[in-house]
């Protein structure tokens, strides 16, 4: 058996590319963050340019994982980068390379675009920090703060 093979999702990979996206949403305990469905996952990869990218790793013909970014304009850079919003491999495949290549795909479409990346990862998330930091990513802790329409809206 090979290295996972990392390719770019299409709408036509949006029914399993939700499933992940729930998965990761369980496991991390924020299920009820999610909103994305199926027809608006298929929306931000179908818009020109897309709203949002999606990498998927397959391993033995099965989605095992993906990577999903967006490219925002940075008032502080002066320019855009591309947003990492989530890596994620599914439990059977973890400790395998999956998330390696991932971001070593997401990597290569970066540095072709001439764009630095910018995520999260949560503050107690310790093998998720020690991956990134392996990679040569610079960790600097700050607080996501969520302010939803209806708390807006009561103020």
């Avoid at 990761?24 to 179908?46: K, N, Y």
Wanted: proline share 5%.
């Amino acid at each position: 058996m090979g290295g996972p093979v990392v390719r770019l999702a299409s709408t036509g990979d949006v029914p399993v590319l939700h499933r992940l996206v729930l998965d990761l949403a369980e496991h991390e305990g924020e299920a009820t963050h999610v909103a994305a469905t199926p027809d608006s996952l298929a929306a931000a990869i179908a818009a020109e340019p897309p709203r949002a990218c999606f990498l998927l790793a397959e391993t033995d013909g099965h989605v095992v994982g993906y990577l999903s970014w967006t490219r925002p304009y940075g008032i502080w850079r002066g320019g855009d980068y591309l947003n990492l919003d989530d890596l994620y491999v599914a439990e059977q495949s973890r400790g395998s390379g999956v998330g390696e290549a991932l971001m070593r795909a997401f990597a290569a479409r970066a540095v072709e675009a001439g764009l630095a990346a910018r995520w999260e990862v949560k503050p107690d998330n310790e093998g998720a920090r020690r991956f990134y930091a392996r990679l040569g990513a610079d960790l600097v802790d700050k607080t996501i703060v969520r302010w939803s329409l209806a708390a807006m809206a009561a103020i």
